[in-house]
C-alpha cells in the first residue's frame, strides 16, 4: 500500500500560478505512475495529468495542456503539478492518486488508480 499527501494549494487570482506536492511513503517501489485529479463542486472527479516513476513519461487532460506540467522526483518520492495561467474553471480539491499494476501506458480512468490522497482546495478567482 502507498501513502499519499498533497500539499500547496490555495487561493490565487485567475491568471496566477500554484504548484503542488503529493508525497509518497510507503511500498512506492510498487507504483507504476502517480496521477493528479481533480474534482469540483457538484461535478464528477476528472483526470488532470499524470508521470510514470520510472520512464517520467507524462500525459495531460486536454484542458490543462501547455498551462500544467507534472513532475517527479525519485529520491524524494514526490510529483509535482506545476500550474499556471489559472482559470476560476480550475477551480477544485486536487488529489493524486498511485497507479501500482504493470501498465504499458498511462491510463486516465480513476478504476486504475488504488490509491489516494486526501486532496487539497485549489480555488481560483475571476
Known amino acids: 500500500q502507498v501513502q499519499l499527501v498533497e500539499s500547496g494549494g490555495g487561493l490565487v487570482q485567475a491568471g496566477g500560478s500554484l504548484r503542488l506536492s503529493c508525497a509518497a511513503s510507503?511500498?512506492?517501489?510498487?507504483?507504476?505512475?502517480l496521477g493528479w485529479f481533480r474534482q469540483a463542486p457538484g461535478k464528477e472527479r476528472e483526470f488532470v495529468a499524470a508521470i510514470t516513476r520510472g520512464r517520467g513519461s507524462t500525459y495531460y487532460a486536454d484542458s490543462v495542456k501547455g498551462r500544467f506540467t507534472i513532475s517527479r522526483d525519485n529520491a524524494k518520492n514526490t510529483v509535482y503539478l506545476q500550474m499556471n495561467s489559472l482559470k476560476p474553471e480550475d477551480t477544485a480539491v486536487y488529489y493524486c492518486?498511485?497507479?501500482?499494476?504493470?501498465?504499458?501506458?498511462?491510463?486516465?480512468?480513476?478504476?486504475?488508480?488504488?490509491?489516494w490522497g486526501q486532496g487539497t482546495q485549489v480555488t481560483v478567482s475571476s
Open positions: 492518486a498511485a497507479d501500482g499494476a504493470l501498465r504499458s501506458k498511462i491510463r486516465v480512468e480513476i478504476r486504475f488508480y488504488s490509491d
Open positions: 510507503g511500498r512506492t517501489v510498487s507504483i507504476y505512475a
